[in-house]
């Protein structure tokens, strides 16, 4: 029986070193210290007692992370306003990037296929298969569907996007055109235009 709680005693104090090693090698030695007191106790009783209260100890010591503090909410996407002309000349350094383009031209081309036309010197065309909001996809799909129809008002819009990537082609033989491929186009409420007061 001697043999037994003496066992679980090596087995109870080696299992308190490990976890008072993982808070660091200053907390350590004090905690040493103190098993060191408890295995020098006759009485099993007591001996037990003392190694039970100086693991609550290091337990209780023990700084926990709240869920806060390790589950922080991402950071919103910052966009870059650019100007057609950029895309045009620089594709590379807009891929992956958030970009947010003025007064485009959207056109609902077909079943999940829409398409906005930058108003520049040089032809860029951004395409998704989603619009957002539902309620901008709509008046696109009512008011944009024909081409006569994407110089309107109700079609000339400001959008959000991350570019998958952007080629290039050709839209005849004088005139090029980028092509940005995203996943979604976010359509944004029409910026407020202050008007001077008459005198």
Request: glycine share 2%; proline share 5%; with cysteine.
């Amino acid at each position: 029986m001697r043999q037994k709680s003496t066992y679980f005693f090596i087995t109870f104090w080696l299992y308190t070193i490990s976890s008072c090693a993982i808070s660091g090698a200053q907390e350590v030695k004090p905690d040493i210290e103190k098993l060191m007191a408890c295995s020098a106790l006759a009485d099993d009783t007591a001996r037990r007692r003392c190694f039970e209260d100086n693991n609550a100890e290091s337990t209780t010591d023990t700084a926990t992370a709240t869920t806060s503090e390790i589950i922080k909410p991402a950071d919103p996407l910052e966009y870059q306003i650019v100007d057609p002309d950029d895309i045009m000349v620089s594709p590379g350094k807009f891929r992956g990037k958030p970009l947010e383009l003025k007064s485009v031209q959207c056109f609902y081309a077909d079943k999940d296929e829409y398409r906005c036309l930058a108003n520049s010197s040089s032809v860029v065309m951004v395409t998704a298969p989603e619009i957002t909001p539902t309620e901008a996809k709509a008046t696109l799909e009512n008011a944009c569907g024909q081409i006569k129809k994407i110089t309107s008002k109700e079609c000339r819009r400001r959008i959000r996007f991350t570019a998958q990537y952007i080629e290039e082609d050709e839209v005849n033989a004088m005139v090029k055109r980028s092509v940005v491929v995203t996943k979604k186009i976010e359509i944004l409420p029409p910026e407020a235009t202050s008007r001077k007061k008459r005198r």
